[in-house]
Nanobody, 121 residues
Framework: QVQLVESGGGLVQAGGSLRLSCAAS????????MGWYRQAPGKQRELVAT???????NYADSVKGRFTISRDNAKNTVYLQMNSLKPEDTAVYYC???????????????WGQGTQVTVSS
């Protein structure tokens, strides 16, 4: 069994910062791409940022220059540093990872339970 557990969400004023963390646990052999997605009320879930096991990153245009994704492969953890937050960043943020479990040949995609980020104006 594999779990992704997010932490670090909360309420912050516009212009402030938050750091999200997501730790993967369980019978993990390897983790390829990890990422963050978000879903605002009434909207579809959208990509925020991804990072490969080698450290290559990809960002949504709306967060470039404000958010930074990073990971600690030894801890199976991915982070999202969010600076200069705007009210439109308000959403539930979900962690995502492509994980190969011990004893399995294929990788599967996993989601965390989500953490709420609210930015007040």
């Amino acid at each position: 069994q594999v779990q992704l557990v997010e932490s670090g969400g909360g309420l912050v004023q516009a212009g402030g910062s938050l750091r999200l963390s997501c730790a993967a646990s369980g019978s993990i052999f390897s983790i390829n791409t990890m990422g963050w997605y978000r879903q605002a009320p009434g909207k579809q879930r959208e990509l925020v940022a991804t990072i490969t096991s080698g450290g290559s990153t990809n960002y949504a245009d709306s967060v470039k220059g404000r958010f930074t994704i990073s990971r600690d492969n030894a801890k199976n953890t991915v982070y999202l540093q969010m600076n200069s937050l705007k009210p439109e960043d308000t959403a539930v943020y979900y962690c995502n990872a492509d994980i190969r479990r011990t004893g399995y040949f294929n990788s599967y995609n996993y989601w965390g339970q989500g953490t709420q980020v609210t930015v007040s104006s």
